[in-house]
């Protein structure tokens, strides 16, 4: 028979993720809600749009479905996960209360510093006047960054006094970003080639992916605004499984430990956005999910169930 199995989203990654879950002898239907013209191909789309939670509840329980894999962030911030365990429905993805590693900026700071991760120093502001007086523990240029979720809009390189205060009255007067740009943390900017790993993680343990290389700014040559990735590229050229056994080591399982301790345990992937300086790596952010464009290239190199 198979298990039935439920793709929530409708982007290149949940194509990536219904393609390789085609794969599977384990598995015998593969629904997508809402999925696209690619899942159609492979998959059953449900009518469902991906932050419906109450419409995805119920299709799980409508069509027997015995696993939901969840593609974006929204539907998990706003615990889509909780809410299927509830109703006894297996799902890949965290709780709300673990995806704060995503969704709160601030949080995830706060659980690298407990945890030891090494991570670019910040301060989190809610106010123009507290931004502009903490410029003075920065060089240039900085980093300004939405605390919550921003669909990869809410960072900003900045170089001067003028554009932070652009900047920070756009987000935390003029609310452009909404609730996501409540508190803005200021960051330092560091230098070095960005890489992307992704783990499966269960609460305890942590398996890494292939890493992989994204591109994120909008013009030619790595200028103009950061978006939420155009492109990306695996397995990245000098990484090898030693240099990834490392940051497993070094980066992920302490993180998936202290969330552990702190009663909400990761299960699903853990994504680190980290960027190789000449001190090591360091990490930017965290996603807790599967990152888009970074699947489409990751799963095709992924042997295995």
């Known amino acids: 028979m198979g298990m039935r199995v439920l793709v929530v989203g409708g982007g ?4 990536a993720l219904v393609w390789k879950l085609a794969g599977s002898p384990r598995v015998g239907a593969i629904l997508c809600a809402p999925g696209n013209a690619g899942t159609a191909g492979l998959a059953t789309n449900l ?28 539907p998990l911030a706003r615990g889509l996960a909780d809410r299927l365990g509830a109703e006894g429905v ?25 945890a030891g991760v090494p991570a670019a120093r910040s301060v989190a502001v809610t106010d ?22 921003a669909a990869g809009k809410g960072v900003v390189i900045v170089h001067d006094r003028e554009h932070v205060q652009t900047v920070l009255t756009a987000m935390l007067e003029d609310a452009v970003l909404g609730a996501a740009g409540q508190t803005v943390l200021i960051e330092e900017f560091l230098e070095g080639p960005e890489v992307s790993v992704l783990a499966f993680c269960d609460g305890e343990r ?3 992916l292939a890493p992989a290389r994204d591109a994120k700014r909008v013009g030619d040559g790595d200028t103009g ?11 990245v050229p000098g990484l090898d499984g030693a240099w990834l056994a490392g940051i497993e080591l070094t980066i992920l399982a302490p993180t998936v430990a202290t969330m552990a301790a702190r009663g909400c345990p990761m299960r699903g992937v853990l994504y680190a956005g ?7 790596p360091v990490v930017l952010e965290y996603n807790a999910r599967f990152g888009d464009p970074e699947t489409q290239v990751i799963l095709p190199l992924l042997n295995g169930d």
């Open 225 to 235: 605004p950061n978006t939420g990735g155009m492109g990306a590229f695996a397995p």
């Open 274 to 280: 980290l960027i190789l300086t000449d001190q090591g």
């Open 47 to 74: 009518p469902v749009a991906a932050n419906d939670l109450d419409g995805i509840v119920a299709a799980a329980g409508r069509e027997r479905i015995d696993l939901v894999v969840i593609g974006p962030e929204e």
């Open 90 to 114: 297996l799902a890949f993805g965290p709780t709300a209360a673990a995806a704060r590693i995503e969704t709160s900026k601030s949080w995830a700071k706060d659980l690298l510093r407990e």
């Open 12 to 15: 290149a990654r949940e194509h």
């Open 206 to 208: 942590v398996v890494c």
């Open 128 to 149: 123009v006047g507290s931004g502009m007086a903490a410029l003075a523990d920065f060089g240039w240029p900085l980093v300004l960054k939405a605390d919550g979720l």
